[in-house]
């Protein structure tokens, strides 16, 4: 039930047409660029079955045993477990992997939670999220995330320029829809399905669409051409670049070139309600593990400035440790959220455990906003030598390296070899073309920063600010009548304001 290493690599011998660099490739799983990133999700599987993981890693259900990662959340217990999993993988790969499975299958629990919607369409597409919650549990797929279309000239609509901007449906046929355009995932080369589904754009205000479409893809699915940016490992050596050689998790241009979904896999069609209540819901759960990866990346900076600040002597001086002491809070607020969301975690309307969705979605905003300032520090802690250091070769050559050897030898515990490895590993961490595309994906991954504000507003308590202050200062009760947010009214945020549970803000009051 939980698939080996091998089998997940055999799996993606599928035939799919994969293109790096200007190449075609021939077989992903040994192709330089996607190795590190495959041979890591391989690990993962494995690790489920390794002695010395396998309770970490999984659960029993009914005699057998299944995923932590993809279990359907019910418990807190249920949490503190994922949580444990997915750090026992950073500590195994010493590092930090995000778009792995467990940080995108959380998406299908929010359509999970949308059944009465999905029922008032077409009850089938009810039954089908629930068979393939399912199945992903018993077959232990690799699924990733489909949102982003390239989209166009966003300021009109997808009927009023090349329909392919947007994924639509084409056709449909006693198997299935038909669907063209194209979507960003990342690890789509190397995963085995995706779910997809429509990005944040204009729906207009037409019931039915074309456009609103979601489903899970086959990503070996015959009419799938993946189009990949140019991956880091490989580019220079791994002594230098530590992090791009093993940790490079490469996206991809998905496109669909008249791809057959079978009704099966059809999750919702037509309904632009339905489109829009899961990009409303949509990092219900998911953003748990996503903002899990930013609390560990929050560790490296520490590690990082700090070992500089100790080789250096630095570490005594009182402006130093305020600079760490920042990054300290920074963290720890990451810690704090994911712990109370957790700890005041919420019944969902479709019966799941979720975590406190006020707690997360803050805690989101706080982890991503923060994250390049907060890198900033680090950089600069671990002062200019991240960035004038020579590589490895220059410190084995016998002539520059004797050089070398005497300026990056502090004292007898800092040697020169420790100092090149620590200033390589922090330049890789805060300096190169690996760390600022990682910036750039925790800003973009789970949708633009401006769409975490959404979530946040669409979530937090208002009414407890609202009553305070109407007592505090005396209002009529008039004034309580006016709902918060009352711009954003629609037919999905009465709905979903009506489904949502009572949001305690302090343990007190729950
Ligand atoms: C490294 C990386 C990996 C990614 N991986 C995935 C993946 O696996 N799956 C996936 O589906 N997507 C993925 N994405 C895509 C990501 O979801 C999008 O980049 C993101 O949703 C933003 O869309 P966009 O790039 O089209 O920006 P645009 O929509 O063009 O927005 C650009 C900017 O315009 C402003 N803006 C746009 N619309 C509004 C608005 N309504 N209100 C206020 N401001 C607005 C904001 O400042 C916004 O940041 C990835 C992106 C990156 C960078």
Redesign the pocket.
Known sequence: MIRTGEQYIESIRDGREVYVNGEKVKDVPSHPMFKPLVDIRARIYDMAHDPATADLMTYEDNGGRFAMGLKLPYTQEDWWKKRRATDAVFEDARGVIT?VGDETVGEMWSLFDGQDVLNEVDSQFSENIKRHIEKVIVEDPFH?????DP?GD?SKPPQEQDPDFLLHVVKETDAGIVVRGA????AAPYANQAFTKP??ANWGSDALSDYAVGFICDLGSAGIKMICRTGFAGRAPIEDYPLSNRFDEV?ALVIFDNVLIPWENVLFYRHTRAATFIRATLHRYSAYAFVQRILKFADMMIGAALFNARQTGLEKQPAVQEKLAQLAVYREGINAHLTAAIALAEKSPGGLLMPNQSQLYTGRVHACSNLAPMMHIARELCGGQICVTPDAAAFSDPEAGKWLKKYYTINEQWVSDDRRKLLAFARDLLNSDYAG?RL??QL??Q????AHLGAVFRNFYWDGPLRFVHKAAGLSDQVLSEKPGGDQDSTITNWFASNQPMMPHDLTSA
């Open positions: 778009r990733v995330s489909a949102n982003t989209k966003r979507k960003y995932e990342t990005t944040i996206d595309h750039t994906f973009f991954a949708s633009p920063p401006f």
